[in-house]
């Protein structure tokens, strides 16, 4: 026993392990065991990573590479203990590009199994891109008088039945998150360059929350954006607020202004 610790300190020795880094030598065609010489992070500066991930462009995960008992890891296996002694796993750290997907090894690092479960920690931000990946409905535009057109100088009635909530669920981390988006706020667009912003989505004739009188005749091309605010949980346990919000555009309608003239279509006593 007292000789097979002796290898392990011998070889860790050897090794001579710099600061944490990465090298070129954590590329795609370095081993284990040349990732362990010169690409070894530290446990905090891996948490520094998965910490800023909420703000960079790249995401980050570990790949199990040696774990205990498993056939093959050979001396590398032995030399993965935390600060306190305790055996560890290697993990190789990868980092995605958000925009294109590449994925980059940055260099291994050996966590117990509290310290990994510690990394996957779903946070606000992450949460966050997603809630901005994803597709979300736009509003669709009624307009008032129908058959798009309407009269210069008239209250013209819009408003939109975009009012529910929507859910969808995305896997973070191998969790289950759901994401809601709820309506909270519109901005009208009225075509002419006049645009407002209400926590309404008007209403259909006689209510008449949101309306807009056109000065001159034409064709104009309205719509409605809807801004979204965001909420989630995790497999389920309580919701969580997201950060900031999302507007989604509308698609634009056609509307034609005209305008009307008096005219006699009977007289008195016929």
């Not at 026993?1 to 710099?18: D, E, G, K, Q, T």
């Not at 597709?135 to 009269?151: H, K, N, R, S």
């Not at 408003?159 to 929507?166: C, G, K, R």
């Amino acid at each position: 026993m007292r000789l097979l610790f002796a290898a392990a300190v011998a070889i860790c020795s050897a090794f001579a392990l710099p600061p944490a880094h990465a090298s070129s030598s954590c590329g795609a065609t370095s081993t284990l065991y040349s990732s362990v010489a010169e690409c070894v992070r530290e446990r905090d500066s891996v948490e520094d990573l998965y910490a800023q991930a909420s703000t960079s462009r790249y995401t980050y995960s570990l790949e199990s590479r040696c774990k205990p008992g498993q056939a093959g890891c050979g001396r590398d296996e032995r030399i993965c203990v935390d600060e306190s002694g305790r055996p560890g796993t290697w993990y190789v750290l990868v980092r995605t590009t958000e925009s294109t997907g590449a994925t980059t090894r940055m260099g291994i690092v050996c966590l117990t199994p509290a310290d990994e479960r510690g990394l996957a920690v779903i946070t606000p931000g992450m949460v966050k891109r997603e809630f901005e990946q994803l597709a979300w409905p736009g509003a669709e535009l009624a307009v008032q008088p129908p058959d798009g057109q309407t009269l210069v100088n008239f209250d013209t009635n819009f408003f939109t039945d975009n009012t529910e909530p929507t859910t969808q669920t995305v896997t973070l981390l191998g969790q289950q998150v759901t994401i809601e988006a709820r309506p909270t706020s519109y901005t009208w667009h009225f075509g002419d360059g006049d645009s407002r912003t209400t926590t309404s989505p008007g209403a259909a004739y006689p209510a008449l929350d949101v309306t807009h009188g056109y000065a001159d005749t034409g064709r104009v091309s309205p719509s409605v954006d809807t801004t979204y605010q965001g909420r989630y949980r995790v497999n389920g346990d309580s919701w969580q607020t997201i950060p900031g919000s999302l507007t989604v555009d509308g698609r634009a309608v056609s509307l034609l202004v005209r305008s009307a003239s008096p005219r006699l279509v009977g007289s008195y006593g016929d």
